[in-house]
C-alpha cells in the first residue's frame, strides 16, 4: 500500500450510504481486492481500517467498537480506529487505515493510499 503522500490522489470507491452503517458496529466492504472494515462511531464519524488482525490474520470486523477502538474477537488486542495502532498485547504491529469521506449520504474509502 501507499503512503497518503501529496502526489498521490484518493481513488474514492461507495462503500454504502451513510444510514447503511449502524453505530458503533463495524462492517466488512470489499473496496476493489481489499477487506476493509467500516464503522461509523456514535459521535457520527466514519473510519476503514484494513479488515484482518495484523497478529492472528482473522476479521476485525467481527469484533466489537469499544471507546474508540476496535477489539479483535479471538485475543482481544486492540487498534485504534484513527490510526490502526495496537493498545494491548498480543498484537504489536499496526493495522492500515485508509481515508474516508461523505459526499451527500454516500460513504467513500480511498484503500490506494493510508494515513
Excluded: Q
Amino acid at each position: 500500500m501507499n503512503r497518503h503522500t501529496p502526489d498521490v490522489a484518493p481513488a474514492w470507491e461507495a462503500v454504502g450510504t451513510f444510514g447503511d452503517f449502524e453505530a458503533d458496529v463495524p462492517e466488512r466492504c470489499e473496496v476493489g481486492e481489499v477487506a476493509v472494515m467500516v464503522v461509523r462511531t456514535s459521535d457520527g464519524e466514519v473510519h476503514a481500517l484494513y479488515d484482518v488482525c495484523s497478529h492472528a490474520e482473522v476479521a476485525l470486523s467481527e469484533g466489537e467498537i469499544i471507546d474508540g477502538e476496535v477489539e479483535c474477537w479471538l485475543h482481544g488486542s486492540t487498534f485504534s480506529l484513527k490510526t490502526g495502532k495496537p493498545s494491548c498485547l498480543p498484537a504489536v504491529d499496526p493495522v492500515p487505515v485508509y481515508p474516508t469521506k461523505i459526499e451527500g449520504d454516500i460513504v467513500y474509502v480511498a484503500t490506494n493510499v493510508e494515513l
